[in-house]
């Protein structure tokens, strides 16, 4: 997650799509239980971490472990993902757009 | 007071008016539910909320009651606009909005002679587009006075757009007459057509835009002499939107405001699909670039480029409230309805706030 964050803050284009876009995002593995906070802010992904499953957020993606990997690696396109059922995305229609639009950025 | 604060638009004006001015802000929504959790966000006594209903200029009116300044972003403007204003000449309370419908920027102006009775200040247009064009443009001429036309271009992502006024105004300006200024002379062209390849800061690129119907033509060959062209084109993405709006049009299904009420809801519910159609869907984000140019036809020669890229909130929220902020610090040509290139006197100033925003205007090549 740590190298998901510095390709995001690499990114120029990524960084015009989240500047005023404040929100916690809480990814959620549904078979591990394991879960990270991500923290978006300032124009940049301020900071990822370890986090309850249950706490609190903007945004909640859940997948399976191999598939957030595949997603956060850019080996699977999340909107495919998402389409097919592997991805659930909890938030407004507009932050999930945001997602989409940073994952097209980051992978095409 | 933020009339409409509680939508996509007016948050954005909501947060920059807070975040870089210490006065007091009303968010007047016809959403009262929405206006309160907005302003709850704050948690500070400084934003408070109202509901307020424009149709009804009585209770406006007694809400604008005590303010200093009214901004509307509360749309869509070809319905609401005048009557908000009316209500501003009413109590004498000055006014800005982001209204970016050319009938409705029409009506507004022709309440010029009202509003300096009133003794009040209007600015009409103060968003993205028009309001950020029409100030690009402004300094362009003014930096190079043998300007003689401008092309003005703007892009905006069906992934960007939130509510319903928005859909409305795209779908209003694609059926509606739409205006350009060639020669010295206002003339109408047809939506939809004079195509034009664009090419907008990345990550958008180069689009492909077309004649849509909106103010910059008609205001600023009143303001910016020397100018004798002025056109302007838009362009939706993903760029297959912008043939289903084409379709709709053919088929009749826009050719009155009340059709547009009800296919503007089911297109509004449909954004998140829309913005998806094509081979790479529609990035969320929104711009605007203005050339100023020297000769005609073949002679034509760019001079000067400038262009933003950003959120549809932010790029049309931040000019809002700058635009406000400098009316209520008196940097306006006092008096009257105005357009910004009209009311602003120093556009280097304006765009300097704009950059202190971190809202990036980049000079493209010719």
């Not at chain 1, 978006?40 to 900071?47: E, I, T, W, Y």
Request: charged content about 25%; aromatic content about 6%.
């Amino acid at each position: 997650m740590e190298a998901f964050r510095e390709l995001v803050n690499r990114n120029p284009l990524v960084s015009k799509i989240i500047k005023g876009w404040d929100r916690s995002i809480l990814i959620q593995s549904k078979d591990t239980g394991e879960a990270y906070l991500l923290i978006v802010g300032q124009g940049k992904l301020l900071s990822v971490g370890r986090a309850q499953s249950d706490a609190p957020c903007d945004i909640r993606v859940r997948a399976s472990k191999d598939t957030l990997h595949r997603m956060f690696t850019g080996r699977a396109k999340s909107a495919e993902l998402y389409l097919h059922g592997a991805v659930e995305v909890y938030g407004s229609p507009k932050d999930q757009l945001k997602l989409d639009g940073i994952a097209t950025l980051l992978w095409g | 007071m933020v009339i409409g604060g509680a939508g996509d638009i007016g948050q954005g004006v909501v947060r920059d008016l807070f975040e870089n001015s210490q006065n007091t802000i009303i968010i007047a929504d016809y959403n009262a539910e929405k206006a309160k959790r907005v302003a709850s966000n704050y948690s500070s006594s400084r934003v408070t909320s109202e509901f307020v209903d424009v149709n009804d200029l009585g209770q406006t009116i007694d809400l604008l009651g005590g303010c200093d300044v009214v901004v509307n972003c509360s749309g869509p403007f070809y319905k609401l606009a005048h009557k908000v204003l009316n209500a501003a000449i009413r109590v004498g309370v000055d006014y800005l909005d982001v209204c970016d419908d050319p009938d409705a920027t029409e009506r507004l102006l022709s309440m010029d002679r009202m509003a300096r009775e009133a003794g009040i200040t209007a600015v009409v247009g103060m968003g993205w587009t028009p309001g950020l064009s029409n100030i690009l443009a402004k300094r362009i001429v003014e930096e190079h006075p043998d300007v003689s036309g401008l092309d003005i271009h703007w892009v905006g992502s069906t992934a960007d757009a939130e509510g319903a006024a928005v859909v409305k105004h795209v779908l209003h300006v694609i059926q509606s007459p739409c205006w350009a200024y060639h020669g010295g002379e206002w003339v109408e062209v047809a939506p939809l057509t004079g195509h034009r390849e664009v090419v907008f800061p990345e990550p958008i690129g180069k689009q492909r835009a077309y004649y849509v119907g909106h103010p910059e033509p008609l205001t600023l060959p009143r303001f910016l002499k020397g100018v004798r062209d002025v056109d302007l084109r838009g362009v939706l993405l993903p760029p297959e939107v912008n043939s289903l709006g084409e379709l709709f049009a053919k088929l009749g299904f826009i050719d009155t405001p009340e059709k547009i009420d009800v296919l503007a809801e089911v297109l509004r519910a449909s954004l998140p699909l829309l913005s998806k159609l094509g081979e790479k869907g529609a990035i969320p984000l929104s711009g605007v670039r203005v050339d100023g140019y020297v000769g005609e036809g073949v002679g034509k020669r760019v001079v000067a480029s400038l262009a933003c890229v950003d959120s549809m909130q932010r790029i049309t929220g931040i000019p809002a409230s700058v635009g406000t902020l400098t009316l209520l610090g008196s940097g306006v040509h006092e008096g009257g309805v105005l357009p910004p290139e009209g009311a602003f006197r120093d556009t280097k100033r304006f765009l300097d706030e704009l950059a202190m925003r971190d809202v990036q205007i980049e000079v493209m090549a010719g």
